[in-house]
């Protein structure tokens, strides 16, 4: 089945499917012979990185030392697959950057820049035909293996198996809650004064978010996936930014001859300036779609999406959509409503809360946003 919740399913379900699928799916690839290839490795890590954000999702209410392992045990493998995998990325950034070696592009037209270029692109290749030996493949298959049978003895907090709301109220207001505090940071401080860790923490937090949301796009198709498309945008273009950075860093790493002349110095500098004006662009196009995701407090944004999961686990018990009436409006009016007011059900029973102390609980969260 494909990485989402089904409404036949209770959340709890829901969770212990989707690990186990995703989790047999990597076992599978690094299982490939004789060995897997780059792209393979490439969707193993994906398959890592995803599943880390269906624990970070369920935050609060799978038990947090099963979730602490486990999140370990997935970051340790990611870990074990990156060093070829990373070099072949950066290889990608170079011919996005320079373009290949028969078809250059921009500095590397010129000679002192194509000579540099070249250096940095055979190192590159050096570590990207660096096979991974059967001895970490065989490592990452036990360490995925034996997460998989520990799924089933996962334990989770009473009252979550039929409240699918919470684990939006918990999880996902963690995740876009920590994306839009360092969004904010940057735009606290300037574009220019913010740090490569910042940007690469606020990609991190776009791409977890951007697999939660696909977790629960069936809730409201259209809706979501426009969130999501603009997540990978942002993503994508900081992703691009940090291997862009990672190429300044090697080509500033790079020794000097002692028969370089003053022209092998300038040409240095103008690739590097080059590569500043192409993630100056990157920053620019990600911090305005950020703007764009994160203008909702968390509390507000969380509160939306769980009126949409009640619309949509009801709309599946029921068999077919709510019907507009001339009594009252469409439950989507009603369910922007009560997201708007701050007051309607949702929130409350999200959080196990009924009225004034759901409604005190729910300005309190409003307030911390």
């Given at each position: 089945?494909?990485?989402?919740?089904?409404?036949?399913?209770?959340?709890?379900?829901?969770?212990?499917?989707?690990?186990?699928?995703?989790?047999?799916?990597?076992?599978?690839?690094a299982g490939i012979r004789p060995r897997p290839s780059p792209d393979d490795v490439h969707e193993i890590r994906?398959?890592?990185?995803?599943?880390?954000?269906?624990?970070?999702?369920?935050?609060?209410?799978?038990?947090?030392?099963?979730?602490?392992?486990?999140?370990?045990?997935?970051?340790?493998?990611?870990?074990?697959?990156?060093?070829?995998?990373?070099?072949?990325?950066?290889?990608?950034?170079?011919?996005?950057?320079?373009?290949?070696?028969?078809?250059?592009?921009?500095?590397?037209?010129?000679?002192?820049?194509?000579?540099?270029?070249?250096?940095?692109?055979?190192?590159?290749?050096?570590?990207?035909?660096?096979?991974?030996?059967?001895?970490?493949?065989?490592?990452?298959?036990?360490?995925?293996?034996?997460?998989?049978?520990?799924?089933?003895?996962?334990v989770f907090a009473t009252g979550v198996i039929q409240r699918g709301s919470m684990l939006l109220a918990a999880?996902?207001?963690?995740?876009?809650?920590?994306?839009?505090?360092?969004?904010?940071?940057?735009?606290?401080?300037?574009?220019?004064?913010?740090?490569?860790?910042?940007?690469?923490?606020?990609?991190?937090?776009?791409?977890?978010?951007?697999?939660?949301?696909?977790?629960?796009?069936?809730?409201?198709?259209?809706?979501?996936?426009?969130?999501?498309d603009a997540l990978d945008e942002v993503s994508d273009g900081l992703g691009d930014d940090h291997d862009f950075?990672?190429?300044?860093?090697?080509?500033?790493?790079?020794?000097?001859?002692?028969?370089?002349?003053?022209?092998?110095?300038?040409?240095?500098?103008?690739?590097?300036?080059?590569?500043?004006?192409?993630?100056?662009?990157?920053?620019?196009?990600?911090?305005?779609?950020?703007?764009?995701?994160?203008?909702?407090?968390?509390?507000?944004?969380?509160?939306?999406?769980?009126?949409?999961?009640?619309?949509?686990?009801?709309?599946?018990?029921?068999?077919?959509?709510?019907?507009?009436?001339?009594?009252?409006?469409?439950?989507?009016?009603?369910?922007?409503?009560?997201?708007?007011?701050?007051?309607?059900?949702?929130?409350?029973?999200?959080?196990?809360?009924?009225?004034?102390?759901?409604?005190?609980?729910?300005?309190?969260?409003?307030?911390?946003?």
């Amino acid at each position: 089945m494909a990485f989402r919740f089904e409404n036949h399913e209770t959340p709890i379900d829901g969770l212990r499917r989707i690990a186990s699928e995703r989790l047999e799916q990597a076992i599978s690839a690094a299982g490939i012979r004789p060995r897997p290839s780059p792209d393979d490795v490439h969707e193993i890590r994906k398959d890592l990185k995803s599943l880390r954000a269906l624990l970070q999702l369920a935050r609060g209410h799978l038990v947090k030392a099963t979730r602490g392992q486990e999140n370990v045990v997935l970051r340790d493998a990611g870990r074990t697959l990156s060093g070829s995998r990373d070099a072949a990325a950066l290889l990608e950034a170079l011919e996005k950057l320079f373009g290949t070696q028969e078809h250059p592009k921009g500095e590397a037209l010129h000679p002192i820049g194509a000579q540099i270029i070249g250096r940095i692109r055979q190192q590159l290749q050096s570590e990207a035909a660096r096979s991974l030996t059967h001895r970490e493949l065989r490592t990452v298959s036990e360490m995925l293996s034996s997460m998989r049978t520990r799924i089933p003895d996962w334990v989770f907090a009473t009252g979550v198996i039929q409240r699918g709301s919470m684990l939006l109220a918990a999880g996902l207001e963690h995740t876009y809650r920590r994306g839009r505090q360092h969004y904010r940071i940057v735009e606290t401080i300037g574009m220019e004064n913010a740090t490569d860790e910042l940007w690469h923490e606020i990609r991190k937090q776009a791409k977890a978010l951007g697999y939660q949301l696909r977790l629960l796009r069936k809730i409201w198709p259209s809706a979501l996936h426009a969130w999501i498309d603009a997540l990978d945008e942002v993503s994508d273009g900081l992703g691009d930014d940090h291997d862009f950075a990672l190429i300044q860093q090697r080509i500033l790493q790079l020794p000097f001859e002692t028969t370089d002349t003053e022209q092998q110095v300038n040409g240095r500098q103008a690739l590097l300036r080059t590569i500043d004006r192409r993630r100056q662009r990157l920053k620019l196009f990600s911090l305005n779609r950020a703007r764009m995701i994160y203008v909702e407090k968390p509390a507000r944004f969380v509160e939306r999406l769980s009126v949409y999961w009640e619309l949509w686990r009801d709309g599946g018990r029921t068999g077919a959509p709510r019907k507009r009436t001339a009594a009252g409006p469409h439950p989507d009016e009603a369910g922007h409503k009560q997201s708007q007011t701050g007051n309607g059900p949702a929130l409350s029973r999200a959080r196990g809360t009924t009225g004034a102390a759901g409604r005190e609980q729910t300005a309190n969260l409003k307030s911390r946003g």
